[in-house]
């Protein structure tokens, strides 16, 4: 039997600018490598959370699938903060 449990969502965000506990400093935000460096792995970590939160919820739901999932990362206005 197949039923529509209704959308679920999985949401994950970053306020500042660490990754695994690193915080990086105000000067090296301006050092472009360092910057995409741990802006890309600290992006990878967010994703894996929203989509662990997904999971959950879907759970919540009595849910054993979930068929699509599209990813947004979006920055929030005036801020460092990301959304996934």
Do not use: R, W
């Amino acid at each position: 039997m197949v039923d529509y449990l209704g959308i679920v969502k999985g949401i994950a965000y970053n306020s500042n600018y660490s990754h695994k506990g690193s915080k990086i400093s105000f000067k090296e935000m301006f050092s472009t490598s360092k910057f995409y460096e741990n802006d890309a792995s600290g992006l990878e970590v967010l994703k894996e959370t929203a989509v662990q939160n997904l999971k959950e919820n879907a759970n919540k739901l009595g849910a054993n699938a979930v068929v699509g999932i599209q990813l947004d990362i979006k920055p929030a206005a005036n801020s460092a903060t990301l959304f996934v």
